[in-house]
């Protein structure tokens, strides 16, 4: 009854004033209070986590960063429309920054959002929890993955320059000859550029997409400051 009653609502907006908001994205949100604005007022709808990163300036405050580590309580198909950790890594990438996402829990096709520029996604939860037990415990959690996840990019940075042979194996290609030319040329003023490179070769070899993407994620961050 009472999406019967918004669709009989919507239409009685249009035919009072002209406009056709009903369907356009952002509408439903708040109850449907994006419609209503659409409708009756000359506002136009944005992404608010676009608004938040044009506020704190975020493109100029992430463009030198090594990678980024953002996150929400859950992560599904669904933080592709427009949810903060797409809007977060689609704004990274424009600087070519690895993104990482830590969140309470995985959901559904949760791989599609490989596609949206973030390049590896964790669950903080270390064992089976109920929802009350993840939220008391929330602070240490996401301590807990954090350092997880800084010993897996401390495991990469190691593994690179020792193996890139059995990668470029795996990988095949071009992306092979680049992880023998960082493994030759590992000089410390070169060192950066070089896996700027490989993450472009990376993310667009032969190999499956959730490997290379993820893999890419742990190879750009290659720092001294991060051994």
């Keep these: 009854e009472l999406d019967a009653a918004l669709a009989h609502f919507a239409d009685l907006a249009t035919q009072a004033t002209g406009r056709q908001a009903a369907e ?61 950790p797409v809007g977060v890594a689609k704004v990274a990438k424009r600087s070519d920054v690895p993104v990482f996402c830590l969140s309470g829990a995985l959901g559904e096709e949760t791989d599609t959002l490989l596609a949206c520029g973030i390049d590896a996604l964790l669950s903080i939860c270390d064992k089976p929890m109920t929802l009350e037990e993840a939220m008391s415990a929330g602070e240490s959690l996401i301590e807990a993955a954090a350092a997880r996840l800084c010993r897996i990019v401390r495991t990469g940075t190691a593994v690179l320059p020792h193996h890139a042979d059995k990668f470029a194996t795996a990988f095949r290609g071009g992306c092979g000859s680049l992880l023998r030319r960082c493994q030759r040329d590992n000089a410390k003023d070169s060192r950066q550029e070089n896996q700027h490179m490989a993450f472009h070769e990376l993310r667009t070899c032969s190999a499956s997409r959730y490997s290379s993407r993820t893999t890419a994620g742990v190879f750009t961050l290659t720092w001294p400051s991060l051994k």
């Design 24 to 84: 356009q994205p952002g509408a439903g949100a708040a109850g449907g209070l994006g419609a209503a604005m659409l409708f009756f007022t000359p506002a136009q709808l944005r992404p608010g986590v676009d608004i938040v990163l044009e506020a704190v300036h975020f493109a100029e405050v992430v463009k030198d960063a090594y990678f980024v580590i953002t996150g929400e309580g859950r992560t599904d198909f669904q933080t592709a429309f427009g949810k903060a």
